[in-house]
């Protein structure tokens, strides 16, 4: 596997297309107790300044915990194209009708029953601090190709198909 670190551009790049392609993560609060608190969100999406929106409820757990700490983690697991993501960043809550309208999806219906009027919805936004990434070169089909190739022959891979590194906005 070789390293490729990501800065400005390339790295919002590959946040956007990593984080967009898996679009659940799991977002970790209270990174400093342990266990860390963890819930699955799905992501609304990664804006062309590598940031990161979710909506949540404003009551919820999550949202308390970054109140009182900013400070999250997200992971992104694309397993099916071998593709992965952490995120490390600062979270700010918005209520403000602005943000609700632009960020709103109507999926997000399913857990508010007032729909983008509930007096509960709120979006997140992570802002990145460090991210890191794993990916294929050479895209899933050929990876696949690789590691069963090296099954089949005994051999072992040499995981030169893959890339990773530091995607730093």
């Keep these: ?10 790295a919002i790049k590959k946040i956007k ?13 209270e990174l400093e107790t342990l266990p860390i ?3 699955p969100m799905t992501l609304q999406e990664t804006d062309d300044e590598g940031n990161l929106w979710f909506i949540s409820g404003d009551t919820s757990n999550k ?6 700490d900013k400070r999250v983690q997200l992971f992104f697991m694309n397993n099916g194209d071998y593709q992965y993501l952490s995120v490390f960043g600062s979270a700010t809550i918005y209520k403000d009708r602005s943000t609700i309208e632009d960020k709103w ?3 997000a219906k399913a857990w508010f029953e007032e729909g983008k009027d509930d007096p509960n919805v709120s979006i997140i936004r992570v802002e ?8 294929t ?24 198909d893959g890339v990773e590194g530091k995607a730093q906005v």
Aim: contains cysteine; aromatic residues 8%; hydrophobic residues 30%.
């Design 105 to 107: 999806s109507p999926m």
């Design 128 to 135: 990145p601090t460090e991210s890191y990434y794993w990916d």
């Design 17 to 29: 297309d990593l984080s967009e392609s898996a679009k659940i993560c799991m977002f970790c609060t």
């Design 137 to 160: 070169k050479v895209g899933k089909l050929v990876s696949l190709v690789n590691f069963v190739t090296a099954a089949v022959t005994g051999n072992t891979t040499d995981n030169s």
């Design 37 to 39: 608190n963890s819930r």
């Design 1 to 10: 596997m070789s390293t490729e670190n990501l800065t400005h551009q390339d």
């Design 63 to 68: 949202n308390f915990e970054i109140k009182d």
